[in-house]
């Protein structure tokens, strides 16, 4: 079964970087589209980047042109830079498939404060 584990995260201030990685265990991870999650507290997990396997990318509109996904196939690794960061951004993130088809990490923990 596939497992994702999720790093990089952090307490940054507003206008700050983060680079996020997720590494997935099992052989078949480069057919998969794959994407980054974000759940704020009291609200639901948003699909916020996407890059398929042909490296196609599609960000939400809330993180368009300050988020970059990017992949690894070789290293099993799905990546988000994060840049130009605001307080609105805090959630924990985590990746998963496109139609979230393996069972979730644990996320990684991005807050924007200063």
């Known amino acids: 079964q596939v497992q994702l584990v999720e790093s990089g995260g952090g307490l940054v201030q507003p206008g700050g970087s983060l680079r996020l990685s997720c590494t997935a265990s099992g052989s078949i991870f480069s057919i998969y589209a794959m994407g980054w999650y974000r759940q704020a507290p009291g609200k639901q997990r948003e699909l916020v980047a996407s890059v398929t396997s042909v490296l196609n990318t599609d960000y939400a509109d809330s993180v368009k042109g300050r988020f970059t996904i990017s992949r690894d196939n070789r290293k099993k690794t799905v990546y988000l830079q994060m840049n130009s960061l605001k307080p609105e951004d805090t959630a924990v993130y985590y990746c998963?498939?496109?139609?979230?088809?393996?069972?979730w990490g644990q996320g990684t923990q991005v807050t924007v404060s200063s």
């Open positions: 998963n498939t496109q139609s979230r088809a393996f069972p």
